[in-house]
């Protein structure tokens, strides 16, 4: 979408040398005047000699002959025997200009600034060097400086204003120009530049009223009708702006046959007809003042301008990349070039123009195109701060691009080839709406976006991606933290194998540290920095470093990750192992009970959970997990099928969970001398999200901002395995964790310590099974659908053939989970084994000595689907039997 803003460049070139004449005549007058106070306000600095006159005259001719190294060596002869003379400084900052030493200028600039602090032109002068290096706040401030030593110079006031513009402070900059306008009424081109100011602003009545004044005071310039028909658009009154650009069409339809500057005329007549929807006429007119300008930059450019708004991005670039070739300066022309390149979805270009262009002189639409290429580049975060600047410097420019993606997405709603294309304006409306805090807006036209894409796109196309950061940021503003991280460690595992786009969701996810430290919670700020500092330590990411006070913040919040990392871990090894010896661990032997009875019956409960209720936080791969660990046992380790329980995705609720490890099932089935296993393969929670310090599994209906509620508590587990399984064998089998993000390739919410397996083996007098240390990550495989951990256990679990014992199956598992997640993730994922029995080591496949019954009234039965023949009756109003 290009900007209206660039229209106006060049339509008054007719009166360019009057008005360029008038300009020149003010600040030579200004300047006179302005040295004249200085030699009447300012006393020399240094004794009046002779011989210093002579050495400053010789330098001062070295400097206008341009010999800028004999200038510099005169200037300095004088500074040496008289280091306060502030003009030979000044002078010397001019020769060190000629030979480009700009940073020795800027120090001559600041010494003689600092001998004699009233010199004005000195602000003048370091002013514009600043301005030149790009450091626009710096020359801001000098001009200012400059004008508070001189309050009605106006050549200060008009420095300062231009600073100011292109720097996008355009309300300031049309205080500034009204400031002139007080001590020069007269002045077109102040006027017309505060009008200017005023229109980028979204100030339009002041604009409009502007240029009323402008076209009663000089009638001859019709080109102001074009500029107040624009405006008049922009505020709604289309019958006011039709007629203002009819009168442009009809002034230069009767001075074509007889004008001197064809060219121009058929230019400013074209971009009339535009506006009046004449797009054929207005193309011929620009394309005739084309080739009447050959050499004319602005002319091809706005012909460029004038294509992309027609639709013709193609075109478009072709007469933008020509204009740039004439002039590679022309802000114009970058700005509508990156418009064409984001309207082709081509958003490096896009970044690349717009970038290039917003160095130069910030733009409201520069920035929210920008805005909207950094969008389909990843970087939701930067696309943030670019709609917001734009929305700071026109404070209706998000509504009217609001407007037109609605009448887009309007337009595109019922055409199914174009879905690709509505879900694009989808994410750049939830942008606008996230900006502008309309969260739920937000959420759901991303929501949207992501039903089409998942619909269109294969489950590997990156531009997935843009959805999952999209509500990242909608959550991180809800300040929903565990679902914003999630959603950030997700698109950050999806971005995995494209450095380039991953360092958007590290910088996602530093969001999230903000937070967390504004809020005081550090050790969990820490606990993300620690992974994306890991990730910018291997993928050379340089950019948005925190620094100053937020630097010692992220600094604090480290020490206090590592600090509990390591209290963890000092916990962790104070404990006896279960490979010690009773006589080594008197207290450890105590607790541990002997079992060797036979097993009498075999249980499980088989839980996997993949589609989640809150879409946002689906896995890929966790219920086929679950579905294949329950084949293997059926299959391959006698088990009778109505004693296996399997709960995945709808069926795997918190009640229905709970019913059958507590109620239902187990405790109606499971005796004393069976075995039990329960397996889970889902997300986990860690215990610093809960004011209780708890652990939490998650079901399918789990609401991650209320795990006390809704999520399933170790402390629970622990109780129901303890008090309501009659059996002394339970083996509980935990693939998830806490330790990643919500992704395809790791479980859990957020980088936090995992589940102690000991502490729960202690808690349950039982064998439980964790897929990873305490501070690692669970995985799931690059290489094939499905669970590191849960594909070697089953591997594991026959390598012997039916009866493999236990230990030799963990210690397959151990080793070949290392190994692949170390060769595919370079990370460490090391399973662990906690055991509160002892005896001979345990093979599940032995088959059950007395076996009973199973249960198969577990759970409620689904109801039968309709038939064909019902579907039909109910819609023509026939009633069945029930």
């Not at 900052?93 to 700009?102: T, V």
């Not at 290039?356 to 950094?374: E, H």
């Not at 020490?559 to 661990?585: C, F, G, H, I, W």
């Not at 402390?715 to 395995?721: K, N, P, S, T």
Request: charge should be neutral; proline fraction near 3%; charged fraction near 25%.
């Amino acid at each position: 979408m290009a900007s209206p803003e660039t229209l106006r460049e060049t339509q008054l070139k007719r009166f360019a040398v009057m008005v360029e004449k008038m300009k020149h005549f003010v600040f030579v007058q200004t300047v006179v005047l302005a040295f004249t106070c200085l030699l009447v306000q300012t006393p020399p600095a240094f004794a009046e000699s002779h011989d210093y006159k002579k050495q400053l005259e010789h330098g001062v001719h070295q400097l206008e002959k341009k010999d800028y190294q004999g200038a510099i060596a005169s200037f300095t002869t004088v500074l040496r025997d008289s280091p306060n003379n502030y003009e030979a400084y000044l002078d010397r900052a001019e020769a060190r200009k000629g030979i480009k030493d700009f940073a020795a200028a800027l120090s001559d600039y600041d010494q003689a600034v600092k001998i004699n602090p009233n010199v004005v032109e000195a602000y003048f002068k370091r002013g514009q060097v600043k301005e030149d290096q790009g450091d626009r706040p710096g020359a801001i401030d000098d001009y200012s400086q400059a004008l508070s030593l001189n309050p009605k110079d106006v050549t200060a006031i008009l420095l300062l204003a231009e600073a100011l513009k292109r720097n996008g402070d355009y309300s300031k900059s049309a205080e500034m120009y009204n400031e002139a306008l007080k001590l020069q009424p007269g002045s077109i081109t102040a006027r017309q530049e505060c009008a200017d100011c005023k229109v980028k602003s979204g100030n339009y009545d002041g604009a409009a009223e502007d240029y009323r004044f402008l076209l009663k005071k000089y009638k001859q310039l019709f080109a102001l009708h074009y500029d107040l028909g624009h405006v008049l658009q922009l505020k709604g009154d289309t019958q006011g702006a039709k007629e203002q650009f009819q009168q442009v069409i009809d002034y230069y339809s009767k001075t074509l046959g007889h004008a001197h500057d064809k060219g121009k005329d058929y230019i400013a007549r074209g971009l009339s007809y535009f506006q009046l929807g004449e797009k054929d006429k207005a193309i011929h007119d620009l394309e005739q003042g084309v080739s009447l300008l050959p050499g004319d930059a602005d002319a091809q450019a706005q012909l460029g301008q004038m294509r992309l708004e027609a639709g013709d991005t193609t075109g478009a670039i072709k007469d933008l990349n020509e204009a740039l070739a004439k002039d590679s300066t022309l802000t114009s022309a970058l700005l509508d070039r990156g418009a064409a390149h984001l309207a082709e979805k081509d958003y490096g270009a896009a970044k690349a123009d717009l970038d290039t262009a917003l160095a130069v002189r910030k733009s409201a639409d520069g920035f929210l195109n920008r805005a909207m290429a950094r969008l389909g580049l990843f970087d939701t975060v930067g696309a943030q701060k670019d709609a917001r600047q734009a929305k700071s410097m026109n404070i209706q420019i998000l509504d009217q691009r609001t407007k037109q993606l609605s009448d887009l997405i309007a337009k595109a709603g019922g055409q199914k080839s174009d879905d690709q294309n509505l879900a694009q304006y989808l994410q750049q409306l939830a942008l606008i709406d996230l900006v502008n805090n309309h969260l739920d807006d937000a959420e759901s036209l991303v929501k949207r976006a992501m039903a089409i894409q998942e619909k269109k796109l294969s489950a590997s196309d990156l531009k997935n991606t843009v959805n999952l950061m999209l509500l990242g940021s909608v959550n991180l503003q809800k300040h929903s933290m565990l679902k914003a991280e999630a959603l950030f460690r997700s698109a950050l595992a999806r971005l995995h194998g494209n450095p380039a786009s991953a360092k958007y969701a590290v910088f996602g996810l530093e969001e999230c540290a903000k937070v967390l430290i504004q809020s005081g919670n550090f050790e969990q700020a820490g606990s993300i920095l620690a992974d994306t500092r890991l990730q910018r330590s291997a993928t050379g990411i340089s950019e948005q470093i925190f620094t100053g006070d937020l630097g010692r913040q992220a600094d604090r919040a480290l020490d206090a990750y590592r600090q509990k990392r390591k209290q963890d871990q000092q916990s962790l090894v104070s404990k006896p192992s279960d490979n010690q010896s009773s006589e080594t661990s008197p207290d450890q032997s105590k607790r541990k009970r002997r079992i060797e009875s036979p097993i009498r019956d075999k249980w499980a409960v088989i839980v996997g959970i993949s589609d989640f209720q809150d879409s946002s936080i689906n896995l890929r791969y966790a219920a086929k997990d679950a579905k294949d660990f329950r084949d293997f046992l059926v299959k391959e380790k006698n088990f009778a099928p109505d004693h296996v329980q399997l709960l995945t995705d709808k069926a795997a609720t918190r009640a229905n969970i709970l019913s059958a490890l507590g109620n239902r099932f187990l405790p109606r089935v499971a005796e004393r001398n069976d075995l039990v296993i329960i397996y889970f393969s889902t997300h986990g929670s860690p215990s610093s999200l809960d004011i209780g310090g708890l652990n939490y599994l998650v079901a399918h209906d789990t609401d991650i901002n209320d795990l006390y509620a809704t999520g399933i508590a170790m402390q629970d587990l622990v109780r129901i395995i303890k008090g309501r399984v009659l059996s002394e064998r339970v083996m509980l089998v935990l693939d998830a964790c806490h330790s990643g993000g919500a992704t395809p390739g790791s479980k859990g919410l957020t980088r936090a310590q995992n589940i102690d397996a000991e502490s729960l083996a202690q808690g349950t007098g039982q064998l439980v099974i964790s897929s990873s240390q305490p501070d690692q990550v669970s995985w799931e495989s690059k290489r094939y659908e499905g669970s590191v951990f849960t594909k070697y256990l089953i591997e594991g679990l026959k390598s012997d053939g039916e009866m493999t014992k236990l230990g030799n199956a963990i210690k397959h598992l151990q080793e070949e989970t290392e190994r692949e997640v170390l060769r595919d993730r370079g990370a460490n994922q090391t399973p662990v084994i906690k055991s509160e029995w002892e005896g001979s080591d345990l093979i599940i496949g032995v088959p059950p000595a007395a076996p009973s019954p199973g249960l198969t009234d577990f759970l409620p039965q689904p109801a039968e689907p309709k038939t064909a023949v019902q579907t039909s009756q109910k819609k023509s109003g026939a009633k069945g039997k029930h």
